[in-house]
């Protein structure tokens, strides 16, 4: 038997290339163009729309469920793929079997949840162990943990050349989580920024990212979950780690091993600044993470998990 023909809707954009490097049959709802910014298309991905448009930016739930109609869901297709809460809605009252790749505890209400559980049509996987753990505890239900996975041969070894922090985070002004900390620690220290949604900064491309990667001297991490794609791909480029504490960042920052974990700005600046200024510390630092990323976080881990779950 072939690979499946898998309906993706467009959903986080590193997501959904990490994904489709499983190499299996994707038939994209939408067209790729409109994320090439974030990643390159993979060889086995078919645009179901001819061009990319900007009003394309625009749709919405009403306009997904017209294109699915107009594709001819679920004949033709053997799994629809989906990330967001509003994307679960959406396939609701569709038939087809469906899988949801979830992050967040918040990404559905509880009923919904209860919901989605009991349904033999929809099955779950996350690669957040936070989220895997309150679904055991709250539903009783094992949901199937599937930790990113990345292709070493594309994260060249770090330079550290440009001598920078290095911290990747969209939105971060707005979205809260420690950006007071973070700009009191890394006042006057060298910095590199980069928010792929700030219209008022030029636009990385991927190579722009893979190249901010190797070139800084460490990264600088964030975020509202355990991890982001950006930090596994600093680790895999062999980039020392600060991190301020959020739930489950031990499992990727091992403190005094791959890099630090502060509290507060003034614990964070001070971990910046050994890494900036001792060129031993971050070197064995960053040795530490590309091994750590080689052992959990490799790509044909993660394709041969996802594989053996859809075979399954």
Not at 202 to 222: G, K
Request: charged share 25%; aromatic share 12%.
């Amino acid at each position: 038997m072939g690979d499946p023909r898998i309906l993706m809707v467009p959903t986080h954009p590193g997501v959904q290339y990490h994904f489709c490097r499983t190499g299996l049959r994707i038939a994209f709802l939408g067209h790729w163009d409109q994320f090439h910014y974030w990643r390159p298309r993979p060889s086995n991905v078919e645009n179901l729309l001819p061009r990319f448009e900007d009003a394309h930016l625009e749709l919405g739930p009403s306009d997904y469920a017209r294109l699915l109609d107009e594709v001819g869901y679920p004949d033709g297709f053997d799994l629809a793929w989906l990330m967001f809460n509003w994307q679960v809605k959406l396939f609701w009252d569709r038939p087809g079997d469906k899988l949801f790749r979830v992050a967040k505890v918040a990404e559905l209400e509880r009923d919904d949840w209860a919901r989605l559980l009991e349904r033999d049509d929809f099955s779950v996987v996350s690669f957040y162990p936070n989220t895997v753990r309150w679904l055991k505890e709250t539903f009783g239900v094992d949901v199937p943990y599937v930790p990113l996975g990345l292709d070493p041969e594309v994260y060249a070894p770090a330079t550290g050349e440009d001598g920078n922090i290095l911290s990747i985070i969209h939105s971060y002004r707005d979205r809260g989580w420690h950006y007071a900390a973070w700009c009191e620690a890394t006042e006057g220290l060298p910095l590199l920024h980069v928010d792929h949604l700030d219209p008022d900064q030029p636009v990385f491309e991927y190579d722009d990212l893979q190249r901010a990667l190797r070139r800084a001297r460490l990264y600088l991490h964030d975020g509202e979950q355990e991890y982001t794609i950006t930090l596994i791909e600093a680790m895999m480029t062999g980039l020392p780690l600060v991190s301020f504490r959020i739930p489950g960042i031990e499992g990727y920052v091992e403190h005094g091993v791959n890099g630090f974990i502060g509290e507060t700005a003034a614990e964070i600046r001070e971990h910046c600044r050994a890494l900036l200024s001792d060129d031993a510390l971050a070197a064995r630092m960053g040795a530490a993470s590309r091994a750590k990323a080689m052992r959990e976080f490799h790509e044909d881990r993660w394709r041969q998990q996802w594989r053996a779950l859809l075979a399954g």
